[in-house]
């Protein structure tokens, strides 16, 4: 299985994450990813547009991610990891 890692360092808002991780990623349907938690659980769950295919996500540096929120004002590292807990189909390593 292909590994794909986004690097976080740096990053100052979710809305560069996202962009780092459709960089990182290049997913299928990336133009209508909605870039938030819940388009990339639908992305990585159910292969919705984001979807990153049959790979393994390594967030690195995700830690500094706990002071980032998101628009309803949830931390952007308390988000991933918990779809990195629950995920089924596609494997999140938050590093």
Not at 8 to 21: F, L
Not at 60 to 83: C, D, E, K, M, Y
């Amino acid at each position: 299985m292909r590994t794909i890692y986004i690097d976080c360092e740096g990053a100052k808002s979710a809305d560069e994450v996202w962009q780092r991780y459709v960089d990182a990623v290049n997913p299928a349907n990336a133009a209508v990813f909605g870039r938030n938690l819940d388009a990339f659980w639908d992305a990585v769950e159910y292969g919705s547009p984001g979807w990153p295919g049959p790979v393994k996500l390594v967030f690195l540096h995700s830690q500094r991610l706990a002071t980032l929120r998101t628009r309803n004002g949830l931390s952007l590292f308390a988000g991933l990891r918990q779809i990195a807990d629950e995920a089924t189909q596609t494997s999140i390593e938050l590093a």
